[in-house]
């Protein structure tokens, strides 16, 4: 496995690693901070060039996970590692529960310690849930979702592609957010929202329009 990334996030991703007694061949990337170690607390490597990923995935492991938040980003660093023959892993801790009943988790994703999933619940390519996070049923979350620390999603909510709710943020039931959302931190969201905005507060509303996305 490689975790594209190597500060940060890239280390609780880690820990899901171990967790999940999956350390064989583990690598990281990380060809932007010039102050990484050659290897990650002494024992994993990291690569540094396009090249080195392509050849450790032809001949070692092809998995890769995404170990860096940003909906954007992680939705750019999927599309240039598959290009060079990476394949996306969901990487889900094992202390994270999750319903027996009509759940879909597409590839990508990660989901970390102590997150609830209950029934019905459809998370989308690539979705960032942080640690100590509940979905309710019957919701959707979309591609490249992310939801920080504590996030509570009631049932019955659509969360729209590359959206970012901040920690400790929660949604009431039966909303519909709209794509490219960031939800400021500690936020209570009690209507629906648009696609390309920014809203923050109890209850939550809209301090500015965001750019649209170019994909």
């Known amino acids: 496995m490689l975790i594209v990334g190597a500060k940060g996030f890239a280390k609780e991703v ?12 583990l690598v990281f990337y990380d060809d932007v901070n010039k102050d990484i170690p050659k290897k990650i607390f002494g024992k994993f490597s990291v690569l540094k060039t396009m090249q080195e990923a392509k050849n450790y995935f032809k001949t070692i492991d092809n998995r890769f996970t995404i170990g860096i938040g940003n909906p954007v980003l992680r939705k750019q660093l999927s599309d ?6 990476g394949e996306i892993t969901s ?22 310690t102590g997150t609830v999933i209950t029934s019905d619940i459809y998370i989308k390519k690539g979705a960032l849930i942080n640690l ?13 979702v992310e939801l920080s620390p504590g996030v509570h ?35 209570l969201v009690t209507k629906n929202l648009p696609d390309n905005c920014l809203a923050l507060g109890i209850p939550a509303k809209i301090l500015k329009e965001l750019s649209p996305l170019k994909f």
């Open 153 to 187: 999603i009631s049932g019955n909510c659509k969360i729209g592609d590359y959206t970012v709710l901040g920690t400790n943020a929660s949604v009431l039931p039966k909303l519909t957010i709209g794509k490219n959302v960031i939800i400021g931190a500690g936020s």
């Open 14 to 25: 880690l820990e899901i690693l171990h967790q999940l007694n999956q350390l064989e061949n």
């Open 132 to 144: 100590n996070c509940t979905i309710g049923h019957d919701s959707i979350l979309g591609n490249f």
């Open 80 to 85: 240039k590692f598959t290009a060079i023959g």
């Open 91 to 112: 990487i889900i801790s094992p202390k994270a529960t999750i319903g027996h009943y009509g759940n879909q988790i597409e590839v990508g994703c990660n989901i970390m």
